[in-house]
């Protein structure tokens, strides 16, 4: 039994099914009346098409996991959102993250499926499995408890999975079975949105492959959008149809994943591409010198500057905008010279 | 040749207590290799979570007895080790380095105040001028500087410059051999690459040896001298780690081989793509 793939008509298909527009997201924090702000998510807009998986790489604190938290609506203080919007549009009807709560509170979790960061641990160790799964999805999915239980076993089965697995503890099961089960409560309801931070991160290699052909499989099954994020390139190179990199809390680059390892046009991006490292290939890469950025005090200007091998004095003092250039955007005074560099 | 390090036929052993029954888990089995002193180098542990490489360092370290078999550090049983001068002296000389460099640091302390006291314990220090000197010295060899650290809390520094702390840490006893269990499994491509750098400009520059236990099989064709690959508890291949990495010869250690990804889309995509297409071979096999 195949499950048949909605085909939507061509002008809802051209539409972005999420529109990121200029969002600012810090922590606000008082120390004893010292106000400190970390400028995690530093004006960021992006759109994603339907049906598509877009990855968003950059070195650690540079703000990833802030970002797809803000845009899946899960943020507390002191992350609060200080300017901009997140929209989603589920089949023409619009969903404005920030602006109406209630009614993304209500819609969210049957259109949208955020996995966090470690979500293996999702799984309670004193519960067993199908609690998990009655706790996350039961409400949204309005079958009754029979129905849905047949509902979870199928979808099970369908990603690999015994459904015996549900009387299971966590423990009980190895870790690339606990990542496929993470993978099916991300995608039991259905959902058109996934959101999901560093997902492979913490897999065993050789489970590694069939994870993400699996996540590509339920994407395509369900002609859902993956928005995800991780620092391994490799994983970006393997299932992401566009990458966004993010430096200091802002998007430097973005564009197809073939253009972007093939023709990086920001020096930040050739230097993530040109670190990485190749069996059958010794020759020595170079890190980046100097120290990552601090979010409460960036950098003037463009934020790369102080590490950049291109930086020139325009750089230190006025922030590029990210533009269109080549296939993708890029923000950078010398964007596109970094193959003469 | 001097011996620095021996593992001679090294078996450890968990008693397992079930719901009903005890059982021996065989964490490590029958592992022998050595290093020299004359030829300091990067050794590397490869395999997946459970093969046994903490049990492993963790023997090397002193802080696990084996089961059976004899562990020599410059040629001396490190189980008959007794007295605490004894101990603190050959802790001087294998230090260990952590996976998590946020969890290596107690947070309530400045990093200053926990490196002086690794140059009192294992130097015998008692001169402030002195503590300092040796601390500066080793920040000095992973491209820091006590200036730059005095006063700070561990949360105020990046990961990565915590990692390279980590490392200052462990070289300011001076140490023959560094044992680095997962070092970089938590960190991006350009960190990870600074870190196993920093490993061969130690080995170059100070001659220390480094046993680099990892899964990711980059970064140990990038930097290592030898590699073991184990698979549970068994080492299943051995030898120049090119050659190995390069051209495993073992069924494990070519399926772990395959298992890497290449940084690259269109070889990646191909392979992502066999993946899907078997899976749905074997989907279509199955009845129902
Ligand atoms: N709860 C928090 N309070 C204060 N600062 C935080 C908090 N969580 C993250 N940060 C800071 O926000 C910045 C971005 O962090 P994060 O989004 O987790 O980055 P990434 O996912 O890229 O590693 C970092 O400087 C981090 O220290
Ligand atoms: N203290 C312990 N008691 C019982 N079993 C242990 C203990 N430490 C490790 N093991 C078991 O020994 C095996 C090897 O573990 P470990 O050395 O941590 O592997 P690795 O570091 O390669 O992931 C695993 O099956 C693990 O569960
Ligand atoms: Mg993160
Ligand atoms: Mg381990």
Redesign the interface.
Known sequence: MLAVVETKPASVEAKPVLRVEGLKAYYQMNYFGVRREVRAVDDISLTIKRNEIYGIA????SGKSSLIKTIAGAITPPLRVVEGSVKFDFGGKELDVYAERPAMKAARWKHLSYVMQGSMNVLNPVRKVKHAFHDFAFKHMGLSEQDFRARVESHLQRI?LDPRVLEAYPHQLS?GMRQRLTIGLATVCEPEFIIADEPTTAL???V???V???I??VQQRLGSSIIFVT?????????ADRIGIVYAGRLVEEGP??DV?ERPQHPYTA???A????????K?????PG??PNLADPPSGCRFHPRCPLAIDKCTRENPPLVPRQTGRVACWRAGEVEAA | MTTLLELDHINKDYRIRGFLDRSTLHAVKDVSFSLEVEKPEIFTIVGESGSGKTTTARMILGNETPTSGHLRFMGEDVAAIRSRAERLKFMARVQPIFQNPFEAFNPLTTLDYFLFATAKRFLGLKDQANIEAATDRALNHVGLSLAEVRGRYSHELSGGQLQRIAVARALIPEPKLIVADEPVSMVDASLRMSIVNLFRDLRDTLGVSIIYITHDLSTAYYISDRVIIMHRGDVVEAGDAKTVLGHPQHAYSRALREAVLPPDPVAARRIIAQRMASAKAAEARQPG
Do not use: N, Y
């Not at chain 1, 950059?58 to 604190?61: A, F, K, N, R, V």
């Open positions: 950059g070195e650690s604190s690999g870790g065993d290699v050789l590694q492959q069939d993400l052909a699996l590509k499989e620092h391994d390139m490799t994983v970006h190179a393997a299932i994943t073939i390892f230097h993530l591409i670190s990485l490292p190749r069996i059958g290939d010794t020595k890469r170079i890190a980046l120290k990552p």
